[in-house]
């Protein structure tokens, strides 16, 4: 009896011992350096169990062992509160780390940034070739509904969802703007001050230039002008679904359509792109200015009159120009 007593003793001691080192050999391969040679960016679908998940792990070659992942994210973490998500992982992390990343909710922030002056048709394109969005579009977004600007989504959101969030930023953005609009303008709506907006977004990309540009339009509006804008043109040819692909023609400024500013008098019935936070504050509060004329200056600015004169002249400086990048072309 005796002898068995002590066996037991033995038994329950050699057992202690085998549960002590199978813990600590667990704990060891948990926290040792993994595989991993670079960052990795991994997908944890929606609704994955923890088995299915370190399997995919041990595929993506992140870990090595899917068992030990899972026994070790039951011993020594929380295997409920691993979220779905796209997560980078560090080069060598262990098994506590890829699992404290993905536990931690803090997925992978994609981004899309949508050029000021882009048309509606160019902003979908955008849209459809980010690949890490997802669903197709039945939103056909009106001309100068969407904000240009840098937009920030998870992998797995929608293609929809993102737009309609341009939209809505589109909506509080011109609201503020117009909230502070200078009195006495020739614009008598919000949706007039985006198409005069779009236009002013097409002729200059040069910030301290939009207030500037603006104050011209807004005193050829005064004055019953025509605006004289080459990107409206371009647009009533196009009608912003492709790149008009060549320079305005005499005969294309000459030809009456609904947006050519020539022909015309007043703003054309809708904008002609997208425009940006600063080109919606520039119409809203205009530069006071005598000018009347603007035109290149061969700088990526433009040369500004009061005066037809003075506009003629500039125009032939910018011609000179011209002809003078042909020739070293040439």
């Known amino acids: 009896m005796r002898r068995l007593g002590r066996l037991a003793v033995v038994f329950v001691v050699l057992s202690a011992l085998g549960a002590g080192g199978l813990y600590i050999y667990l704990q060891s391969q948990f926290t040792a350096p993994g595989p991993l040679r670079e960052e990795t960016h991994f997908q944890v679908p929606r609704g994955a169990g923890l088995e299915a998940i370190a399997a995919s792990l041990v595929e993506e070659g992140i870990v090595s062992d899917a068992k030990i992942f899972a026994l070790g994210v039951r011993l020594f973490g929380e295997a409920r509160s691993l979220q779905a998500g796209e997560f980078a992982l560090p080069p060598a992390a262990s098994m506590e780390e890829v699992a404290a990343v993905i536990a931690s909710g803090k997925t992978v922030v994609h981004r899309l940034t949508v050029p000021e002056g882009l048309t509606s048709a160019e902003v979908l394109e955008l849209l459809r070739a980010a690949e890490a969005l997802e669903g197709d579009i039945s939103t056909d977004p009106a001309e100068g509904s969407l ?31 117009w909230g502070r609009r200078a009195a006495n303008l020739p614009i008598n709506t919000p949706e007039e001050a985006v198409v005069l907006a779009s236009i002013i977004e097409r002729e200059t990309g040069v910030d301290e230039e939009r207030a500037l540009v603006a104050g011209v339009f807004v005193n050829r509006l005064r004055k019953g002008m025509p605006l004289q804008s080459d990107p409206t043109v371009v647009y009533g040819i196009t009608l912003g679904q492709v790149p008009l692909g060549r320079g305005l023609t005499r005969k294309d400024l000459d030809t009456p359509t609904a947006y050519n500013t020539y022909q015309m008098r007043g703003l054309p019935p809708a904008p002609i792109a997208n425009p940006g936070k600063a080109s919606l504050d520039a119409v809203v509060n205009p530069a006071t200015t005598e000018y009347f004329y603007f035109v290149a200056d061969g700088t990526g600015g433009h040369a500004f009159a009061k005066t037809l004169a003075g506009h003629n002249r500039n125009v032939a400086k910018w011609r000179k120009h011209l002809k003078s990048l042909k020739k070293k072309t040439d």
């Open 147 to 177: 904000l240009p600007e840098t937009y920030h989504f998870a992998r797995g959101d929608s293609r929809e969802g993102l737009l309609l969030r341009m939209r809505e930023s589109m909506q509080t953005a011109l609201s503020d703007a």
